[in-house]
């Protein structure tokens, strides 16, 4: 399975994007997708997560009700809808499947990575 992520780039602290994630070649019946983020020097860390169906969706604490997550029910594209953006938030976005959102988002096991999509945020 290959994960290409797009929608990255430059914008101004309060503005938003949207990134995409679709999923091609020999997919699974079922899995779930998610974001992670990775700052300069810092290690990956899990953003959101949603389920085969868009029924589940799981996120961290630090993008709860900045951040949105969406799927149309077994569509092989996923969404991160990123508003009210920081400066913290810069960092490179990675897609990941998995078979659960809970799998996902503890990395116990992660079927496929993305390629990263830099997004940077100024002041």
């Known amino acids: 399975v290959q994960l290409q992520a797009s929608g990255g780039g430059l914008v101004q602290s309060g503005e938003f994007l949207r990134l995409s994630c679709t999923a091609s070649?020999?997919?699974?019946?079922?899995?779930?997708m998610g974001w992670f983020r990775q700052r300069s020097g810092e290690q990956r860390e899990f953003i959101a997560a949603i389920s085969w169906l868009g029924t589940t969706v799981e996120y961290s604490d630090s993008v709860k009700g900045r951040f949105t997550i969406s799927r149309d029910g077994g569509s092989n594209t996923a969404y991160l809808q990123m508003n009210s953006l920081k400066t913290e938030d810069t960092a490179t976005y990675y897609c990941?499947?998995?078979?659960?959102?809970?799998?996902?988002?503890?990395?116990?096991?992660?079927?496929?990575w993305g390629k990263g999509t830099l997004v940077t945020v100024s002041s």
């Open positions: 990941a499947t998995g078979k659960q959102t809970t799998w996902i988002r503890t990395q116990v096991a992660i079927d496929s």
């Open positions: 070649g020999r997919t699974s019946s079922k899995y779930a």
